[in-house]
């Protein structure tokens, strides 16, 4: 398959290169940016005149649902949605039904997910057997299945040594250890902490769950060396804490969600269940730090944090809705949002969904996937086409998710998706949607 990209303003956040180019692909690759050869002659031909191509997004926080939680969310349904905003990569997490603690298991999900020819899927390997938080997983076994990391998922360690010997093992290997910042103990509430929660009556979470867990992360790696990705940071002070570990040369990367990156506490409004989200919605000035942190390079990647959720389970009381939303195809259009607002840019706004993702899954990408979020001549042809002046509603309805709950509908954002390219095949074409 031959594919040409005419007329389009190619930017490439990994180098900079922002320019209008033609963009030619064959055999899954990209041949060459700008000059096409004279007997090039491709199969198809998309004219992207008034369209920004950009690297394929890279999101490191999907859940697909399947298995075991299909009447959420199925391997088709959610692909679909990740090709149809833009979304060429992902990562899930391990609570599956079973948990992805066996290398069959993580065999099967990547198969039947290849077997779709859509988004690529890089699962996390369970860090303890089931989750349980008592015996380390076959680390060595699960990674050579295909696993990029090893996560508790929401799933906090109680034991600190379990963690601690985790990290020792991951060190060992040099894998990373994928975690979310939360205390077990003071990490039961589901509302930040603050007026709004005392004032609806909602049991509180404080700051203090994620900064004490970062404390005891943070020892744990200067004590083992290891690496360690944070997972949706939600508080300033948990941006402070990354920049301080940061400076000190600790090996960690981290991430926020696209739902703490926009929203407030003050959204959740008279106990609209669509908020009911983990982390949980803090204080503006929460928001704020974590916008700079983006800004700055503190906070490594956006994600969507996508989790599709039935209506049988969020058309409950706020407290007893299951958390969680869809945000797939919500991602480039809420971090363009964010580009313009904050005066980040376009080109800061696109790193934060390619390369800088695809730089934290750098040490466990295989050969074929080394050139992830880039756009390069002889680099894996996974491309994003879009409109950056085309506007468009949030519909739940319209979503192709199998889960229609999302904190922003009717949301109007840019950055409406046009094409979408996976190893050099259109896995989606809009007007063909």
């Given at each position: 398959m031959k594919l040409l990209i005419k007329n389009g303003r190619v930017i490439n956040p990994a180098t900079g290169?922002?320019?209008?180019?033609?963009?030619?692909?064959a055999a899954g690759r990209i041949v060459s940016i700008g000059a096409v050869a004279a007997d090039f002659a491709p199969n198809k031909t998309i004219d992207a005149t008034g369209?920004?191509?950009?690297?394929?997004?890279?999101?490191?926080?999907?859940?697909?649902?399947?298995?075991?939680?299909?009447?959420?969310?199925?391997?088709?349904?959610?692909?679909?949605?990740?090709?149809?905003?833009?979304?060429?990569?992902?990562?899930?997490?391990?609570?599956?039904?079973?948990?992805?603690?066996?290398?069959?298991?993580?065999?099967?999900?990547?198969?039947?997910?290849?077997?779709l020819h859509q988004?690529?899927?890089?699962?996390?390997?369970?860090?303890?057997?089931?989750?349980?938080?008592?015996?380390?997983?076959?680390?060595?076994?699960?990674?050579?299945?295909?696993?990029?990391?090893?996560?508790?998922?929401?799933?906090?360690?109680?034991?600190?040594?379990?963690?601690?010997?985790?990290?020792?093992?991951?060190?060992?290997?040099?894998?990373?250890?994928?975690?979310?910042?939360q205390d077990m103990?003071?990490?039961?509430?589901?509302?930040?902490?603050?007026?709004?929660?005392?004032?609806?009556?909602?049991?509180?979470?404080?700051?203090?769950?994620?900064t004490i867990a970062l404390h005891t992360i943070f020892e744990l790696m200067r004590a083992t060396g290891a690496r360690v990705h944070l997972c949706r940071i939600s508080s300033a002070a948990g941006v402070a804490l990354v920049a301080q570990a940061k400076a000190d040369g600790l090996r960690v990367t981290c991430d926020v969600s696209i739902n703490s990156?926009?929203?407030?506490?003050?959204?959740?409004?008279?106990?609209?269940?669509?908020?009911?989200?983990?982390p949980p919605l803090r204080q503006q000035r929460d928001r704020a730090a974590l916008r700079q942190g983006l800004l700055d390079g503190t906070v490594d990647a956006l994600v969507s944090d996508h989790t599709p959720v039935d209506e049988d389970a969020k058309t409950l009381p706020f407290a007893e809705a299951e958390p969680g939303a869809t945000g797939l195809e919500l991602l480039l259009g809420l971090a363009c949002k964010w580009g313009?607002?904050?005066?980040?840019?376009?080109?800061?706004?696109?790193?934060?969904?390619?390369?800088?993702?695809a730089r934290v899954?750098?040490?466990?990408?295989?050969?074929?996937?080394?050139?992830?979020?880039?756009?390069?001549?002889?680099?894996?042809?996974?491309?994003?086409?879009?409109?950056?002046?085309?506007?468009w509603t949030v519909e739940p309805s319209a979503l192709r998710s199998q889960g229609k709950h999302t904190p922003f509908s009717g949301y109007e954002l840019p950055a409406r998706v046009c094409?979408?390219?996976?190893?050099?095949?259109?896995?989606?074409?809009?007007?063909?949607a």
């Open positions: 290169f922002d320019e209008h180019a033609d963009v030619a692909i369209c920004v191509v950009a690297p394929g997004l890279v999101d490191l926080s999907v859940r697909l649902r399947e298995p075991g939680h299909e009447h959420e969310g199925m391997l088709a349904s959610e692909l679909a949605a990740a090709v149809a905003g833009g979304v060429t990569s992902l990562v899930c997490p391990p609570d599956t039904d079973p948990v992805l603690d066996e290398p069959g298991l993580v065999e099967m999900l990547k198969f039947r997910a290849e077997k988004s690529r899927v890089f699962p996390l390997g369970a860090l303890t057997r089931g989750l349980q938080g008592v015996a380390l997983t076959e680390m060595v076994q699960l990674t050579e299945a295909g696993c990029v990391g090893f996560s508790q998922a929401e799933v906090p360690l109680e034991d600190t040594q379990v963690l601690m010997r985790a990290l020792q093992y991951a060190a060992s290997f040099d894998y990373t250890v994928w975690l979310r910042p103990h003071l990490g039961k509430g589901v509302a930040a902490s603050g007026p709004l929660a005392t004032r609806l009556g909602l049991s509180g979470v404080p700051v203090a769950a994620e990156l926009h929203l407030t506490d003050t959204d959740i409004g008279y106990f609209d269940s669509r908020m009911r989200l983990e313009d607002e904050s005066g980040a840019g376009l080109l800061r706004a696109l790193a934060v969904l390619t390369s800088e993702p899954l750098e040490s466990s990408l295989g050969t074929l996937q080394a050139s992830a979020g880039q756009l390069v001549k002889g680099g894996v042809a996974d491309v994003c086409i879009f409109n950056p002046t085309s506007s094409w979408t390219v996976v190893g050099g095949q259109v896995a989606y074409e809009a007007h063909a």
